[in-house]
């Protein structure tokens, strides 16, 4: 369990310092969902990694206890380096 979660923290870490300010680089994995296009970021092991991406609108209100909702459809590219 210790392991697991020093290797968690190395990759966060690892992350984190990729990201660099909201810079975009050049290998930076790019995948378009349709509703929204998001940009995720490319570890060492060559594994494509996505965090904080929207799969439904968030359950407030009337659709509280409902379905889930198709989320808004935005333009531009979304960073999907962390979770926001």
């Given at each position: 369990?210790?392991s697991?979660?020093?290797?968690?923290?190395?990759?966060?870490?690892?992350?984190?310092?990729?990201?660099?300010?909201?810079?975009t680089?050049a290998?930076?994995?790019?995948?378009?969902?349709?509703?929204?296009?998001?940009?995720?970021?490319?570890?060492?092991?060559?594994?494509?990694?996505?965090?904080?991406?929207?799969?439904?609108?968030?359950?407030?209100?009337?659709?509280?206890?409902?379905?889930p909702?198709?989320?808004?459809?935005?333009?531009?590219?979304?960073?999907?380096?962390?979770?926001s």
């Open positions: 369990m210790r697991s979660f020093l290797w968690l923290s190395s990759v966060a870490s690892l992350v984190y310092s990729l990201e660099a300010g909201g810079e680089f290998d930076s994995p790019i995948v378009n969902l349709g509703y929204a296009t998001y940009q995720g970021v490319r570890l060492a092991a060559g594994v494509d990694e996505y965090l904080g991406m929207r799969y439904a609108e968030a359950p407030l209100g009337k659709l509280r206890f409902r379905a909702q198709d989320p808004t459809t935005v333009s531009g590219v979304q960073s999907a380096s962390r979770v």
